[in-house]
């Protein structure tokens, strides 16, 4: 069974919905690609859900010990190459406002989040940098 059904509503603008949920998401192409901008284009998503799946991976682990997450944000610079036109580098920048202070936990936090499947999933060629502000 599908997990998304999507569809072309021109001017450069797709609509995908989430089968399971309905959650509907649009994206645009970005402006220095002829598009709108007014959505997240489609290496935007890709770009973001490295740093959503690597907290998620996180939650998990955090969870299973009893670490609440509490704090923690991030931002996600996309880097694009210009020909061929392909991501290049997604930077993820991680702040945790109150880490907890086991540097064990720490580590396997770290850990899960660079082993994640988004991480895992995109081509080597694409340098995934990941900084830890904590």
Not at 69 to 92: D, H, N, Y
Not at 103 to 126: E, F, R, W, Y
Request: with cysteine.
């Amino acid at each position: 069974m599908p997990t998304i059904k999507s569809s072309y509503l021109g001017n450069l603008r797709t609509q995908s919905v989430h089968l399971q949920s309905g959650t509907e998401l649009l994206t645009d192409a970005p402006v220095d690609n002829n598009g709108k901008g007014e959505k997240f284009s489609p290496t935007d998503l890709v770009s973001s859900a490295l740093g959503s799946c690597m907290v998620t991976i996180m939650g998990i682990v955090a969870e299973r010990n009893g670490v609440s997450l509490e704090g923690l944000s991030w931002e996600v610079t996309k880097v694009m190459q210009a020909s061929p036109r392909k991501i290049q580098e997604i930077v993820v920048d991680f702040h945790w406002d109150n880490p907890v202070e086991d540097g064990a936990m720490i580590q396997k936090l770290k850990n899960a989040a660079l082993t994640c499947p988004v991480a895992l999933s995109l081509d080597p060629a694409i340098k995934q940098t990941v900084n830890f502000d904590f």
